[in-house]
């Protein structure tokens, strides 16, 4: 199972100091946190695309290129690709690039994306966007998957012998995950091209989220991937931790209270009932965490929220260390021991090749 952080990428202020930190200031916070993640042994950093304020992150092949070549292990992802805004031609050939200056630690995470605006912004029109991205990610998988490729679609210009460059490190296209919260119609194309399916359920509650992968899996068994329970699942979190439960009460309780999507409505505590949020000790961290499998299933991948809402970098430093040295190496031993066998793990590049070459030479023994 891997375990990691993602980022939306907001310039908020801190409700502590009144501080509000500059773009640039935001942005090498980001990549401070990546590079913080690797240290402490996790597994993935992500992050959101964003073309509007509060949010800086709008170019995360840039992000995640500089990221790169200051990290030697971790896992860059995006915790949304817009698939409907983006054109899918350059979607392949930057990730590819990427994917190749990373040695092939890249995979992405497909999404349409939450705010309206940005539609007319790139030319699109909003009420297109489950039609958006079901043509753009099919034209993606070819581009990835075919050397030449002719097509026609709705939303763009077609396409006559084309060939998107580079090609994908090894010839394996780096690993989608389809995000969503909300949209059945997304589950249903994860299910369909066996991709992982990402339930990003930082502000929604468990039952929501655990129909929405409940459908993705009997989906992905229909589509004849494998058994429902071993569909890709990923969850996403958030979490503010002390040693002192009253402690980290206090302190986050400014900035729920100050945030556009978590305050002005329940209390936190009840806030924290219905939804993933955990503020309190690293024990109660990985009690809730362990709490998600009895709704989501056994499941290959959990990201963290630390930084969102304010909370200053060396906060959320202090987060990240509090993960990787008391809270993730339990989680890890304790999933693992409830995981029954047959559960894949979370594909990698050296996972799809392996397994790309072994179905090749099985191909080749049957056609002797």
Known sequence: MQFGIFTVGDVATDPHTGRTPTEHERIKAMTAIAQKAEEV???????????????????????????????????????????TTNDPVKIAEDYAMLQHLADGRVDLMMGRGNTGPVYPWFGKDVRDGIGLAV??????????????????????????????????????????????????EIAEQAAYYGDGFFHNNIFWPKEHTGKLIDLYRQRYAHYGHGTPEQAIVGLGGQVYM??????????????????????GGVSMEEYMEQTPLTVGTPEQVIEKTLSFREYAGDY???????????????????????L???VVPVLRKEFSARRPAGVPDAPTHASLLAARETESAQTAEEAV
């Open 242 to 263: 002390r040693h002192n439960s009253q402690d980290a009460v206090r302190e986050f309780r400014p900035v729920f209270d100050h945030s556009p999507v978590m305050g």
């Open 41 to 83: 042994g996790l597994d993935v950093f992500a992050t959101g695309e964003h073309h509007n304020r509060p949010f800086v992150p709008s170019s995360p092949t840039t992000l995640l290129g500089y990221i790169a070549a200051r990290t030697e292990r971790i896992i860059l992802s995006t915790s949304t690709t817009l698939i």
């Open 324 to 326: 990787g040295e008391e």
């Open 135 to 184: 043509e753009n990610y099919a034209l993606l998988r070819r581009l990835w998957r075919e050397d030449v490729v002719d097509w026609e679609g709705k939303f763009r210009t077609p396409l006559q012998g084309f060939t998107s460059t580079p090609r994908p490190l090894d010839g394996v296209p780096p690993f989608v995950w389809h995000g969503s919260i909300r949209s059945p």
């Open 300 to 322: 290959q991948r959990q990201l963290f929220v630390v930084d969102g809402g304010g909370i200053p970098l060396k906060t959320a430093l202090e987060q990240i260390d509090m």
